[in-house]
T-cell receptor, first 113, second 114 residues
Framework: EAGVAQSPRYKIIEKRQSVAFWCNPI?????LYWYQQILGQGPKLLIQ????????DSQLPKDRFSAERLKGVDSTLKIQPAKLEDSAVYLC???????????FGSGTRLTVV | AQKVTQAQTEISVVEKEDVTLDCVYE???????LFWYKQPPSGELVFLIR??????QNEISGRYSWNFQKSTSSFNFTITASQVVDSAVYFC???????????FGKGTRLLVKP
């Protein structure tokens, strides 16, 4: 089966610009997560979707970050405006259901200058 | 609140040594899942193992083994006869709670020297 697809692979933007990341989970996977991984740290959960509904977005900085999962398939994560501290790898993961283990995409490496 | 603690930030061993990576978790749930992931220098997260809270049987897969002890809330990972290719960051993760949130520890960087 195809893995979790993410694009773009790399992105460099100036602070205060906006950026969007895209994730296409494995077909049929109901659960989707976005994580932020700052260099040298573990992945930090940003938002969890179950189908097209948000289950947990308590750690999403909602003043600048937004995410959606239309039709319970693809998902986009947006940052507007970006700050220097947003420089990180943004990982998308999906699973058939909760508790079954997750497959991660290769991530999008964002550099804010 | 749920929490995963990996107290070892970095471990360095010489090839063929055995090494154990510690993981301690906190949860109030009776049903939860524990995972180990490997993140090599290339950056992708590679799934290694999943354990549910009702299965305390230890598991061995080749040179890898896992010791799950609910009494001490630990899920430790041992690599026997380590190899240079084992060099990576290893993350322990916990899934549980009403919303089944999936959280990671801060990771342990393992360096295996030839």
């Amino acid at each position: 089966e195809a893995g979790v697809a993410q694009s773009p692979r790399y992105k460099i933007i100036e602070k205060r610009q906006s950026v969007a990341f895209w994730c296409n989970p494995i077909s049929g996977h109901a659960t989707l997560y976005w994580y932020q991984q700052i260099l040298g740290q573990g992945p930090k959960l940003l938002i969890q979707f179950q189908n097209n509904g948000v289950v947990d977005d308590s750690q999403l900085p909602k003043d600048r970050f937004s995410a959606e999962r239309l039709k319970g398939v693809d998902s986009t994560l947006k940052i507007q405006p970006a700050k220097l501290e947003d420089s990180a790898v943004y990982l998308c993961a999906s699973s058939l259901d909760r508790g079954l283990g997750y497959t991660f995409g290769s991530g999008t490496r964002l550099t804010v200058v | 609140a749920q929490k995963v603690t990996q107290a070892q930030t970095e471990i360095s061993v010489v090839e063929k040594e055995d090494v154990t990576l510690d993981c301690v978790y906190e949860t109030r749930d009776t049903t939860y899942y524990l995972f180990w992931y490997k993140q090599p220098p290339s950056g992708e997260l590679v799934f290694l193992i999943r354990r549910n809270s009702f299965d305390e049987q230890n598991e061995i897969s080749g040179r890898y083994s896992w010791n799950f002890q609910k009494s001490t809330s630990s899920f430790n990972f041992t690599i026997t006869a380590s190899q240079v290719v084992d060099s990576a960051v290893y993350f322990c993760a916990l899934e549980g709670g009403q919303g089944f949130s999936f959280i990671f520890g801060k990771g342990t960087r393992l360096l295996v020297k030839p």
